[in-house]
């Protein structure tokens, strides 16, 4: 019996990205969670295994050489992940090419614009009493998420999936597809994507990924609530810890 893998989470896009791939690879895990509004990825005990201080973060007992790995990075721990199981990575080395890809796409784009799009549309108006601040980057970050939407539709056109079979480029994007009417996206205008967001969230493993931890979830970082206003404080404004 393997031994589970320790999964340092919090239920967001970032984390749903793992949780859906140990649901889709059926291994064993145990939910570490890590909450990010009242400042627990600051723990040097979680910074010891991301020193970025963001989960997602896993600890798998069973690394090479049945010796203890821990991977922080999102996209690092999928590719862990699919090498670890042989699965959802490409049959080939021109399918892998596809899926890396669109993997790097998400981490270093979608993941990124539609983050700070959210950031400019939800968060940044309980922060500022200028409300006039907010509009360049509310306009550029929408624009921009609106832009990989269109990209990723066309790559979806003729396709169920971003690198034809499904694999860990889907379970990379589809989280950060989740929050589109939050984003100012309107649906409709992508049927490709709209089509394979349905398809991939069909899925009973993404399903279960991502319902995990739900219950976790505040209000939201929005609310005028204490625990939200602290959230906020925890998050936004950070710098370098010397
Ligand atoms: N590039 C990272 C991003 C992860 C990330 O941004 N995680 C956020 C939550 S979605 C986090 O942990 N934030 C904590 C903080 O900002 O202190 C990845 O893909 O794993």
Not at 160 to 163: E, K
């Given at each position: 019996?393997?031994q ?16 859906i ?7 064993p895990?145990?939910?570490?969670a890590?909450?990010i509004g ?5 723990r ?18 069973e ?6 790995i ?11 992940l ?13 399918q892998?090419v596809a899926?890396e890809?669109w993997?790097f ?6 993941g990124p614009m539609?983050g700070?799009t959210?950031h ?6 309980s922060?500022l009493?200028?409300?006039r601040?907010?509009?360049y ?5 929408t ?12 790559r979806?056109q003729?396709r169920?999936?971003?690198?034809d079979?499904?694999?860990i480029?889907?379970?990379?994007c589809?989280g950060w597809v989740?929050?589109?009417?939050n984003?100012?996206i ?7 994507l709209k ?6 969230g069909?899925?009973?493993?993404v399903?279960r ?18 625990d939200?206003?602290?959230?906020r404080?925890v ?8």
């Open positions: 019996m393997p589970p893998i320790k999964l340092h989470y919090w239920p967001t896009p970032n984390g749903w990205k793992v949780s791939a140990l649901e889709e690879m059926g291994l895990y145990e939910l570490k890590v909450n009242a400042g627990e990825q600051f040097p005990e979680f910074l010891a295994i991301s020193p970025n201080n963001r989960m997602p973060a896993i600890v798998d007992p690394g090479p050489d049945g010796q203890p821990s991977v922080f990075e999102s996209g690092a721990i999928l590719q862990y699919g090498r670890k199981t042989g699965r959802f990575y490409g049959r080939d080395e021109r892998r899926v890809e993997l796409w998400q981490v270093g784009g979608l539609a700070q959210h400019f549309r939800q968060y940044a108006p922060m009493a200028d409300q601040q907010i509009a980057g509310a306009i550029r970050y624009n921009e998420t609106h832009r990989l939407y269109g990209v990723l539709n066309e979806l003729g169920d999936f971003i690198a079979d499904y694999s480029a889907d379970m990379a589809w989740v929050p589109w009417r984003q100012g309107d649906l409709d205008e992508f049927p490709h089509a394979w967001f349905e398809r991939v069909a899925r009973e493993a399903q990924g991502f319902k995990l931890g739900a219950e976790l979830r505040s209000q939201g970082l929005h609310s005028n609530s204490a939200a206003e602290k959230a404080a998050l936004f404004g950070q710098r370098a810890r010397t």
